[in-house]
């Protein structure tokens, strides 16, 4: 039986309050609401933090907070975000990995303009220094491709040893200055990744349906929750992530599949044990 892992992104660092009230930004209601997305079935929380005002921050405090709080209420993966602040320094972007030591955390693995309005910047000595980082940590990175570019660079890095195989992809699609969310880039994409890959995708907005049921047919895994989208459905916000994660749940065995654990999901990953 396949096993699908859902992964939960509760937070991102854009959505605002203002975009939708039920956005959990403080640790308590980051953790909460992962929470009830692991008991819906998330098997990993890809984790953003904001500061007091609720702008996205790479600070180390919150991120310990946010994350023992989590680990309070379940075993649910961990996966941190290394870019949740376009101003953070390069040892700011790590230093919450060393601290913590998650399960996972992202590699966004290229640079890129961002929403038509400021650069991502993912220059090749922090992707170097960052790579080693993780190798160090004995932190599985999670290789964010918003282009097909992103993925010679991971194979880059794959050949000088910044990276391990196998890989664990996330495939971002619709983000303006990415590639766009078509069911045609997915199959593209997903073929340039070498085959002892895992994978997963999503598309933000309204291709969000769409994709994930092009993943689910292609044998991916699958992301939902606020960071990528605040509307549930057209003209209706989210009123929480365990929303989006019980739709996916049902959408994954009306497929005739099972929503990975944890568990199951470490395995199928390669986690440390
Ligand atoms: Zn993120």
């Known amino acids: 039986m396949r096993k699908v892992i859902i992964t939960v992104a509760p937070t991102g660092a854009w959505p605002t309050k203002k975009d939708n009230p039920n956005v959990p930004l403080t640790p308590k209601e ?6 009830e997305s692991y008991k819906a079935g998330a098997a990993i929380a890809h984790i953003h933090v904001r500061d007091d005002e609720g702008k996205g921050t790479m600070n180390k405090e919150k ?14 993966i961990i996966n941190l975000t290394t870019s949740g602040d376009l101003n953070a320094t390069d040892e700011e972007r790590q230093a919450h990995l060393k601290s913590i030591r998650p399960e996972m955390a992202s590699y966004d693995c290229g640079s890129m303009n961002w929403m038509h309005k400021s650069v991502f ?4 000595d922090f992707l170097e220094k960052l790579g080693k980082t993780m190798q160090e940590y004995h932190i599985k990175p ?12 991971a194979l880059y890095y794959v050949k000088k040893g910044v990276l391990k195989e196998p890989l664990h992809y996330q495939f971002v699609l619709g983000a303006p200055g990415g590639i766009a969310a078509t069911v045609e880039n997915l199959v593209f994409l997903k073929n340039l990744i070498p085959p002892n890959s895992t994978w997963s995708a999503f598309g933000i907005g309204k291709a969000h349906i769409p994709i994930m049921l092009a993943t689910l047919a292609l044998g991916g895994h699958i992301r939902v ?12 916000l989210a009123e929480s992530n365990a929303q989006f994660v019980v739709r996916a749940a049902n959408i994954i065995r009306e497929c005739g599949y099972e929503v990975a654990t944890p568990e199951e999901a470490r395995e199928i990953l390669g986690l440390r044990k």
């Open 30 to 35: 980051i953790a909460e609401d992962v929470y």
């Open 63 to 76: 991120f310990e907070e946010t994350v023992a709080l989590i680990k309070e209420k379940c075993d649910i």
């Open 121 to 124: 910047l993912n220059a090749p």
């Open 142 to 153: 999670e290789i964010e491709i918003f282009d097909a570019g992103m993925i010679y660079n």
């Open 225 to 236: 929750g606020m960071e990528d989208n605040v509307m549930f459905a057209k003209g209706q």
